[in-house]
């Protein structure tokens, strides 16, 4: 079955740039998603169709996705931004999830 | 404003069955399909399967194939999961997401979630 794989963490201090990446079989071949899961919330889409924003998410992310990878950029990273991210694609009519990653803002 | 509204939580023992809900409201409902998440305690966000509302199609994960079964009532806009035998495995948040179904498939609203706690 189709697997993406995505770092357990990464950390930033604020201001900077946050990279977090989603690898899988021919990723770029396919859309991919993302999204923000804050603790006791539900989740957000934040990155949808590769790059493009909903309406209402910070200017800051951005995405792009090439190969086997996709990329989820945070530039001047806030500490609201501290937050679980998933990765998300679909492969045979299933809808895949990345394992999470965990952005840390110290 | 699109709202999906889950029912509450639920404590169940290990043989019992279960129906929790997710109430659309604020756009056209058989537009869209709705899908469900399940996130076990602490762990990440597992795509169980989907339905769409106009026709009552349904597909599911491998993985949760033959273990859950995806419903939904238009008149009602609101769809379902349910489970025939609950295990202490289905102890987990539920989520339902509205999926879009144009161009690409991604889900833009979620619900509140639904707690799930199965335990004799």
């Known amino acids: 079955s189709y697997g993406l794989s995505q770092p357990p963490s990464v950390s930033v201090s604020p201001g900077q740039t946050a990279s977090i990446s989603c690898s899988g079989n021919?990723?770029?071949?396919?859309?991919a998603s993302w999204y923000q899961q804050k603790p006791g919330q539900s989740p957000v889409l934040v990155i949808y169709?590769?790059?493009k924003r909903p309406s209402g998410i910070p200017e800051r992310f951005s995405g792009s996705n090439s190969g086997n990878t996709a990329t989820l950029t945070i530039s001047g990273t806030q500490v609201m931004d501290e937050a679980d991210y998933y990765c998300?694609?679909?492969?045979?009519?299933?809808?895949?999830f990345g394992g999470g990653t965990t952005l840390t803002v110290l | 404003e699109v709202q999906l509204v889950q029912s509450g939580a639920e404590v169940k023992k290990p043989g019992e069955s279960l129906r929790i809900s997710c109430k659309s409201s604020g756009y056209r409902f058989t537009a869209y399909w709705i899908t469900w998440v399940r996130q076990m305690p602490g762990k990440g966000l597992e795509w169980m399967g989907r339905?769409?509302?106009?026709?009552?199609?349904?597909n599911y994960s491998p993985s949760f194939q033959g273990h859950v079964t995806i419903s939904a009532d238009k008149s009602i806009t609101t769809a379902y999961l349910q489970w025939s035998s609950l295990k202490a495995s289905d102890t987990a948040m539920y989520y339902c997401a509205r999926q879009t179904t144009i161009n690409s498939f991604y889900f833009d609203f979620w619900g509140q979630g639904s707690l799930v706690t199965v335990s004799s």
């Open positions: 169709e590769d790059m």
């Open positions: 339905i769409d509302p106009s026709d009552s199609y349904t």
């Open positions: 021919k990723l770029g071949d396919k859309y």
């Open positions: 998300q694609a679909w492969d045979s009519s299933t809808a895949v």
